[in-house]
C-alpha cells in the first residue's frame, strides 16, 4: 500500500513539474500557462489521491456462529425428611442427585470448602 502511494504522488509530482516547466516565449503567455498548468496539476493529483484511495481493497470480518443452546438441566430432585440407609441402592441414588462430587466407591462428596464429608 505504501508503495502505491509512494508511485501515485512521484507521478504526480513529475506531472505537475512537466506541465508548468513548460513555457512559452513571452511574459503575458508564461502567466497564463502558470495558472492552466497549476490546475492542471492541482487536478490531476486530486484525481489520483482519490483514485487510489477508491480502489484500496475492502476487508470486512465475517459473521460470529450463531448462538449454541444447551437444553436445561433436569433439577435434582428434592427429598425432604426421607434419608435412605447407607449403602442400600437408594442412597446411591439419593447421594449422586444431591450431590455432583458424590464417590460412589467411598460413600463421600466433596463440600464447597474442599472438605470430604460422608453422604448421610
Known sequence: ???????????????????????????????RGWETGAAAAGGFVAGAIIGSAASQPRYYAPPPPPPVYYAPRRP?????????????????????????????????????SGQPRFCQ
Open 76 to 112: 435434582a430432585p428434592v427429598y425432604y425428611g426421607y434419608r435412605p440407609a447407607p449403602w442400600t441402592p437408594a442412597w446411591y441414588e439419593y447421594c449422586s442427585a444431591r450431590y455432583r462430587s458424590f464417590n460412589p466407591r467411598t460413600g463421600y462428596f466433596v463440600t464447597y
Open 1 to 31: 500500500m505504501f508503495n502505491k502511494i509512494t508511485l501515485t504522488a512521484a507521478s504526480a509530482i513529475c506531472a505537475a513539474v512537466m506541465t508548468v516547466s513548460a513555457g512559452t516565449g513571452s511574459a503575458e503567455a508564461r502567466n
